[in-house]
């Protein structure tokens, strides 16, 4: 006999999958790095929906000048609903890059997400993380909001593998994603529903 804590769970430094039969067009087919998760509610990143601008267009935007060719080919992507005029950049955590910037979120024992201009300044001049994913936009939940959905079948939870943000095709994220669980999405339901 298995008793249910009361203690609020913490997926931050999780992706949350969304199953096949999400009707929410902006997370239908998606991964999303969770930045935060509390008791106020959650945060995240869409980590596989390319929109149409790279970085380099990005970069042009703010006035910056990206001098690594390697990052300016990279597609910037949809990180969510919320504030899709803001950026975000996901990055891998080096201690110099610790108390660096102006605005960084830690996410226990997972990656750093910056909100400030100065991550993209860094980059500019060719310094800064080796590894970023940068969106516009970001997804937030109220308070319950997530748990209720994830009560209703909505999505998937597993710990996050930096390697599928940064490493693995676009569009192999979602697969591989599942696999960390085991599931060929094949094998996954269109329907909602209980056991």
């Not at 769970?9 to 929410?24: H, R, T, V």
């Not at 910037?101 to 993209?120: E, F, H, Q, R």
Request: with cysteine; aromatic share 8%; glycine share 10%.
């Amino acid at each position: 006999m298995s008793v249910m804590s009361s203690a609020p769970f913490n997926l931050s430094n999780q992706f949350l999958i969304a199953m096949p039969g999400m009707l929410d067009s902006s997370f239908a087919g998606t991964v999303v790095y969770l930045c935060e998760h509390s008791e106020r509610g959650a945060l995240g990143l869409v980590i596989n929906k390319p929109i149409d601008i790279n970085l380099k267009n990005l970069f042009d935007k703010v006035e910056l000048s990206l001098e690594r060719a390697e990052l300016a080919v990279q597609p910037v992507f949809y990180g969510g609903p919320v504030q899709t005029e803001r950026g975000f950049v996901l990055h891998d955590r080096r201690a110099a890059d610790s108390a660096k910037y102006n605005s960084t979120l830690s996410v226990p024992g997972g990656l750093d997400m910056t909100t400030s201009k100065d991550v993209l300044e860094d980059l500019a001049n060719g310094s800064g993380p080796a590894r970023i994913l940068v969106t516009l936009g970001y997804s937030g939940w109220s308070a319950g909001q997530l748990e209720d959905e994830l009560g209703r079948n909505g999505w998937l939870t597993v710990d996050a593998d930096p390697a599928i943000i940064f490493d693995t095709p676009v569009e192999q994220r979602y697969e591989r994603a599942l696999s960390l669980l085991g599931i060929d999405p094949r094998m996954l339901s269109q329907e909602a529903g209980h056991a």
